[in-house]
């Protein structure tokens, strides 16, 4: 095997993933690329995984936002805010059949999800509508959520929830109009309440915004018999203009 890779890697040397500059690895950033990514380290939010200030004493903190915001959630993380690379990789998986951003972002994912990580966790995806999904494809949560899935070994469910209509973009509206616009949009799938029952869910996207899409799922996973509800996003819009 390890004689196959390094004659792959002759043929083809690793790239890295967000400038096709040469690496030493499969799927990794090159240095650069690194440097432009605003991974997530640090305090954050035990609520929303936005980085916050200062050491904190271990105790949970939380932000500005999820402290007036009730979030129908226990626990969330993020792996990187959005902007720079990060936004260029969201928009990769989304739109441009990245589908091998799949594997780094996993790991990331699981980097971020360690601390609210719980066994026994049910992973599920926030859905695409299905014309979207049509269109698309594919669901880029649902490789996000697969991914993580597979490397906490915890059971995956990719379409949990279903959204009953389409609910257009978010892009533009203000976080008033963000949290009517997904109200009762979401659902739970009718035959995999069976599933949910009782269980921890981890929601997976790969954008928090307002959080209106997470509360929505979080809110029908609750609603079908789901007993704790914490969200894991790739990346994190800290804060709404
Ligand atoms: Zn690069
Ligand atoms: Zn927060």
Not at 56 to 84: E, F, K, N
Not at 128 to 157: G, M, P, T
Not at 192 to 218: I, P, W, Y
Request: hydrophobic fraction near 40%; charged fraction near 20%; include cysteine.
């Amino acid at each position: 095997m390890k004689g196959l890779q390094a004659a792959l890697h002759m043929i083809y040397p690793p790239q890295c993933i967000a400038c096709d500059a040469l690496v030493t690895t499969d799927f990794g950033l090159c240095g650069s690329c690194w440097r432009e990514t605003p991974f997530i380290t640090g305090l954050v939010c035990d609520t929303c995984g936005t980085p916050l200030p200062g050491e904190g004493s271990g105790a949970p903190v939380h932000c500005d936002d999820c402290l007036v915001i009730a979030r129908p959630w226990t626990q969330g993380r993020a792996a990187m805010l959005y902007g720079d690379k990060a936004r260029e990789l969201v928009l990769g998986l989304k739109h441009a059949d990245r589908l091998d951003l799949a594997r780094p972002a996993g790991a990331w994912l699981m980097r971020a999800a360690e601390p609210i990580l719980r066994p026994g966790m049910l992973i599920a995806p926030v859905p695409l509508h299905w014309r979207r999904l049509f269109k698309r494809r594919y669901n880029q949560s649902a490789i996000l959520s697969a991914e993580v899935a597979r490397l906490a070994k915890l059971d995956h469910c990719p379409d949990l929830l279903q959204r009953k209509r389409s609910t257009g973009t978010q892009d533009g509206r203000n976080r008033e109009g963000r949290f009517a616009n997904v109200q009762d949009a979401v659902s739970l799938h009718p035959r995999r309440k069976m599933q949910a029952e009782g269980r921890h869910v981890l929601l997976v996207d790969d954008v928090m915004t307002s959080g209106a899409t997470l509360a929505a799922c979080a809110e029908a996973c609750l609603a079908g018999g789901a007993a704790e509800i914490s969200i894991l996003v790739l990346t994190r819009v800290a804060k709404e203009s």
